[in-house]
């Protein structure tokens, strides 16, 4: 081990097949200019791109339309043992990440970001935590517009709250339960981020149908076969009357909303009240 730091690891247009020798491919990517990108502080660098690398995501990432960077938490880590963490002040059970350790990462993050796009960017710090705002689609479409964005995956009992007040890092949350680590949620948060970008989708138009685009639930699908063990496909969906198929698939996103989501269901209403008057 020397006392250099690792370097981070970029991933884009030479990475990434699932084979013995992605790790080499992986480090030392130029920046590519205006592309939206991922910087990940973590200490399982090895655990990226992982899902992202496969499919539309994966074939996006090897064509240059979006970037991963991984930055190892551990490479800035105190001493011969790198350590990263220590004991909650106060006392209490597990570890805290340390500021000072959590600190210089970022600052690598940063300094990579300003160097690279020469003004600094628009990347929000994220701190992936059961703390933060829930992830919703409409925090995605933002994220999505911004130049990329740099997020931080906690581990044990958490990061130190100094890093995140200096930093004034935004607190993003998958949901109301407990992960043993942030990368998970980040994975979750780059995957309905990097969906929206231009051109990853074969299809930009299921953006605009899918769920909660526009505050509903979607309706439910079929495919073949016509029959399946005594099912058959709803007969307005075989007609060809596409203005009896959208008709139908409206009543059923709303009904499903209704029934699932009432939360949504009147956010809903309350938006159509709003065009009305
Ligand atoms: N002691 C903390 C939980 C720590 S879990 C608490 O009670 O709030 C360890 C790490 O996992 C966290 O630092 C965070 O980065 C990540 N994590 C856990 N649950 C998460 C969630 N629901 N959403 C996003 N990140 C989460």
Same mark, same amino acid.
């Given at each position: 081990?020397?006392?250099?730091?690792?370097?981070?690891?970029?991933? #884009?247009?030479?990475?990434?097949?699932?084979?013995?020798?992605?790790?080499?491919?992986?480090?030392?990517?130029?920046?590519?200019?205006?592309? =939206? @990108?991922? &910087?990940?502080?973590?200490?399982?660098?090895?655990?990226?791109?992982g899902l992202l690398g496969e499919?539309?995501? $994966? @074939?996006?990432?090897?064509? #240059?339309? =979006?970037?991963?960077?991984?930055?190892?938490?551990?490479?800035? $880590?105190? #001493?011969r043992h790198r350590n990263v963490d220590d004991?909650?002040?106060g006392g209490g059970a597990g570890m805290v990440l340390r500021a000072d350790v959590l600190g210089a990462a970022i600052d690598a993050a940063q300094a990579g970001t300003a160097s690279a796009t020469g003004?600094?960017?628009?990347?929000?710090?994220?701190?992936?935590?059961?703390? $933060?705002?829930?992830?919703?689609?409409?925090?995605?479409?933002?994220?999505?517009?911004?130049? $990329?964005?740099?997020?931080?995956?906690?581990?044990?009992? #958490?990061?130190?709250?100094r890093v995140l007040s200096h930093y004034g890092? &935004?607190?993003?949350?998958l949901g109301d339960f407990v992960l043993t680590g942030g990368e998970?949620?980040?994975?979750?948060?780059?995957?309905?981020?990097?969906?929206?970008?231009?051109?990853v989708l074969g299809n930009q138009a299921s953006t605009?149908?899918?769920?909660?685009?526009d505050g509903l639930l979607e309706h439910p699908q079929y495919t073949r076969p016509a029959e399946w063990r005594g099912q058959t496909i709803p007969d307005v969906l075989m007609s060809g009357h596409h203005g009896e198929i959208a008709k139908w698939r409206r009543a059923q996103a709303e009904a499903l909303t209704r029934a699932r989501r009432p939360d949504l269901w009147r956010a809903h209403l309350a938006r159509h009240d709003d065009n009305d008057t």
């Open positions: 081990m020397t006392d250099t730091p690792k370097p981070a690891r970029a991933l #884009g247009r030479k990475a990434i097949r699932p084979s013995l020798v992605p790790r080499a491919l992986m480090t030392d990517v130029p920046d590519l200019h205006g592309v =939206w @990108k991922a &910087q990940v502080i973590t200490l399982f660098p090895a655990a990226f791109p499919s539309l995501t $994966g @074939k996006a990432l090897q064509d #240059g339309l =979006w970037q991963l960077e991984t930055l190892d938490l551990r490479a800035h $880590g105190i #001493g004991t909650p002040a003004s600094g960017g628009n990347r929000p710090l994220i701190y992936l935590s059961p703390r $933060g705002r829930p992830m919703t689609q409409a925090l995605m479409q933002t994220l999505a517009r911004a130049d $990329g964005v740099t997020l931080i995956c906690g581990r044990f009992e #958490g990061v130190d709250e890092a &935004q607190e993003v949350s998970i949620a980040a994975m979750a948060l780059i995957d309905a981020t990097v969906r929206l970008i231009p051109g605009a149908e899918e769920s909660f685009s």
